[in-house]
């Protein structure tokens, strides 16, 4: 059913239903006053009582009360005044009639008029766009899918580009679907509207997902204008809102990556306590809590001499110590008409008993796996492809010659960094850093 044209025609009809009552009160009431006769029952009555007055005039000259003369002049006194009275009648009705043939016209061009000057000042005035099938959905947001909801919620601010809740939820959409890019552009408009530091952090996270999870963060980032100061941009969103969950998290990860273990522990302390117990997300926190514990110990332990060789190194030195994980990925047969050229393919390394946050990230369109050789494609992770200078495998190298990581491949249909229900997957056993000949076979889904 089409919902804006039904609803144009209940408008159309119930409009017309009313002009023709109207209508119709009035062409009755202009028969009646025009069937009426000038002298009916007013005039008859006017009569009557000049009538009257000239018997008690005859029965004064009867009597003796008058003369002759008087009651002739009284007489013709009465019939003027009859005379004029009915004139008058006549000329009253008269006018009634066109006064009210002129009001009958104007009334039935006012009502003609009627449905378009409603129609403009609703074009004018209204919310048109509330009739846009797509528009009038969300009103019912909770059930659409994010695509149905991204739709609707672009062509809103096609006509409404200053609503901020529209741009906010629109960044949070197409984020949870992998679209950095928009998203970042999206919150970039909700910032601009608002200067809210959280949203200008959202817009952070979304652009450096965008890159592959490098976060630029520091006084020494990219300089880039769009990425920004990451750390004065948490640091404004955590005077802004220090109890922001999202903040929360993405501060402590930045400190984490920075080596200030202690910070990032005050952080997702703090966030913990907002999570249900024994939740997913509790869980999460927790495994990052434990690796910061550990990795505050073992910063601890550290000796200055060490710290100092390490600080003195050479470029060339530091260049040479890159860790690397070198291997290839794989796609199972019988997963292959799962994945399409569209699709992205995730490689990434990850701490074992650490935080979730890589240490280093592969983005690849799927279509690269599919035209492979087999299906398979060599990756190196390096520091290259480190979030940060101080989350990457080297660093982790630094502070314990002993860590694991697991190697992880995705592929994701939504293009989400974060796991969901049908992409397919594989995982490495905990692996040595600087390990060689990782093989990963993409042959489970996610469920």
Same mark, same amino acid.
């Given at each position: ?223 880039? *204008?769009?990425?920004?100061? #990451?750390? @004065?941009?948490? %640091? +404004?969103?955590? $005077? /802004?809102?220090?109890?922001?969950? !999202? ?29 249900? *117990?024994?939740?997913?997300? #509790?869980? @999460?926190?927790? %495994? +990052?809590?434990? $690796? /910061?514990?550990?990795?505050?110990? !073992? ?40 994945? +399409? ?107």
């Amino acid at each position: 059913m089409n919902v804006p044209l039904v609803f144009v025609a209940l408008a159309v009809l119930l409009t017309l239903s009313v002009v023709a009552v109207l209508a119709r009160s009035l062409w009755r009431a202009a028969a009646q006053l025009t069937e009426a006769k000038p002298v009916d029952d007013q005039a008859q009555s006017s009569a009557a009582i000049y009538k009257e007055a000239l018997k008690e005039l005859d029965a004064e000259r009867e009597a003796g009360q008058i003369t002759e003369s008087e009651w002739a002049h009284s007489r013709d006194e009465i019939a003027k005044r009859l005379t004029q009275d009915l004139s008058v009648e006549s000329r009253s009705m008269a006018m009634d009639r066109h006064l009210f043939k002129r009001l009958q016209w104007g009334t039935a061009v006012g009502l003609l008029l009627l449905l378009p000057l409603a129609f403009g000042l609703y074009q004018k005035l209204g919310e048109t766009d509330a009739m846009d099938p797509d528009v009038m959905a969300l009103s019912q947001a909770d059930h659409l899918s994010p695509e149905a909801l991204e739709r609707a919620l672009t062509k809103r601010l096609a006509s409404r580009p200053a609503d901020v809740e529209a741009w906010v939820v629109l960044a949070r959409v197409q984020r949870a679907q992998g679209q950095f890019e928009a998203a970042s552009y999206s919150f970039d408009r909700a910032f601009r509207l608002t200067q809210d530091p959280v949203l200008n952090l959202e817009r952070l996270e979304a652009t450096a997902m965008q890159r592959g999870g490098r976060l630029n963060g520091g006084s020494g980032g990219s300089g880039d *204008p769009v990425v920004g100061d #990451a750390d @004065a941009i948490i %640091q +404004a969103a955590l $005077a /802004a809102d220090p109890n922001n969950s !999202r903040v929360l998290l993405l501060s402590g990860q930045v400190a984490f990556a920075n080596g200030d273990f202690t910070q990032a522990l005050v952080h997702w302390r703090q966030l913990l306590a907002q999570l249900p *117990p024994e939740s997913a997300g #509790a869980k @999460a926190v927790e %495994q +990052a809590l434990s $690796a /910061a514990q550990q990795q505050g110990g !073992r910063l601890a332990k550290t000796t200055p001499g060490a710290q100092a060789s390490n600080a003195s190194q050479s470029p060339q030195a530091a260049h040479a110590n890159t860790v690397t994980l070198k291997g290839r990925v794989a796609l199972a047969p019988h997963l292959l008409k799962q994945v +399409a050229p569209q699709d992205t393919l995730f490689i990434t390394a990850v701490e074992v008993g650490g935080p979730p946050m890589p240490l280093a990230v592969i983005r690849r369109p799927a279509s690269d796996l599919l035209q492979a050789k087999n299906q398979t494609l060599d990756f190196l992770l390096d520091d290259e492809s480190a979030m940060s200078p101080q989350a990457s495998l080297s660093a982790l190298s630094r502070r314990s010659a002993g860590a694991q990581v697991w190697v992880r491949a995705r592929i994701s249909k939504s293009g989400n960094p974060i796991a969901q229900s049908g992409d397919l997957k594989a995982q490495s056993a905990p692996l040595k850093l600087g390990t060689t000949g990782v093989v990963l076979t993409l042959s489970e889904v996610v469920p």
